[in-house]
């Protein structure tokens, strides 16, 4: 009889964590994959290759680039204008 009383006092996991969190093991596992998956998704857009450091280098590059066009306009007017006074020199 020791036996059955052992076995009728063993709960299911269910009931159990049932008592002690006051949800089901099936939602609790629902969640937690849920909280996971976003958690992962959230650590791909910050370190990722379409992270929020590719923009932030691409964004200093457009402005690098956008500097140096504006140089190169320069140096090609100041050429253009070496060219053309050559050009009425001869």
């Known amino acids: 009889m020791k036996k059955n009383q052992n076995i009728d006092r063993v709960e299911p996991i269910?009931?159990?964590f049932q008592e002690l969190f006051g949800l089901s093991l099936k939602i609790f596992l629902i969640t937690a994959i849920?909280?996971?998956?976003i958690g992962i998704y959230i650590a791909n857009l910050i370190y990722g290759d379409n992270s929020l450091h590719r923009l932030e280098y691409l964004q200093n590059e457009k402005k690098l680039l956008t500097k140096n066009i504006y140089y190169l306009k320069q140096e090609n007017a100041k050429l253009h204008k070496q060219y053309l006074e050559w050009e009425d020199a001869q």
């Not at 849920?34 to 998956?37: N, T």
């Open 14 to 16: 269910d009931k159990r």
């Open 34 to 37: 849920f909280v996971i998956i």
